[in-house]
T-cell receptor, first 113, second 114 residues
């Protein structure tokens, strides 16, 4: 099945700096890559996603890039703010099973004021 | 309505109790999911219902029993749980085509087994 690796496991950044989280996946047929943000005690919330026919997508301060050849995708957060502090999960959907999402292990992001 | 509603928000149960978790959505989504999540770990898929039929059971112990009475409701019946089953139980839904259109997660039920 699909295996998603996520790095780093923890990330501490100064407010205003950028944060980058990287994920790699194993199944070259995977075609959907969402990112979820989960604040302490709350539900995972979809913040951005990308499909395999697109190389980059941006939404205000967040962007995701996808390199299908290398089988990796990254989340970029610019101008970080304290409210960006959360656990971030990447995920990939293997084409073989459209109902499953394979999640990365998560990155705990702390934005220092 | 763009939400998935889960009740109760918190549940404490003994190992001999029987309880149920409830999930409801009115977005017309035809796929519904149960996930289990331990602290700071990713969600782990338990069950998937597609068009009210169980389509995926991730080898979950029989002490967890899902039910989908209609396209808007999903239940998870709990019986004879163990302390290690304590976790956040998340319900999610997606359009009938599956995850490709994105999940919407509920806020979860925090379960403690004593």
């Amino acid at each position: 099945g699909e295996n998603v690796e996520q790095h780093p496991s923890t990330l501490s950044v100064q407010e205003g700096d950028s944060a980058v989280i990287k994920c790699t996946y194993s199944d070259s047929a995977s075609n959907y890559f969402p990112w979820y943000k989960q604040e302490l005690g709350k539900r995972p919330q979809l913040i951005i996603d990308i499909r395999s026919n697109v190389g980059e997508k941006k939404d205000q301060r967040i962007a995701v890039t996808l390199n299908k050849t290398a089988k990796h995708f990254s989340l970029h957060i610019t101008e970080t703010q304290p409210e960006d502090s959360a656990v971030y999960f990447c995920a990939a959907s293997p084409r073989s099973n459209d109902y499953k999402l394979s999640f990365g292990a998560g990155t705990t992001v702390t934005v220092r004021a | 309505d763009t939400e998935v509603t889960q009740t109760p928000k918190h549940l404490v149960m003994g190992m001999t109790n029987k309880k149920s978790l409830k999930c409801e959505q009115h977005m017309g989504h035809r796929a519904m999911y149960w996930y289990k999540q331990k602290a700071k770990k990713p969600p782990e898929l338990m069950f998937v219902y597609s068009y009210e039929k169980l389509s995926i059971n991730e080898s979950v112990p029989s002490r967890f029993s899902p039910e989908c009475p209609n396209s808007s409701l999903l239940n998870l019946h709990l019986h004879a749980l163990q302390p290690e089953d304590s976790a956040l139980y998340l319900c999610a839904s997606s359009q009938g085509g599956g995850v490709y259109y994105g999940y919407t997660f509920g806020s979860g039920t925090r379960l403690t087994v004593v």
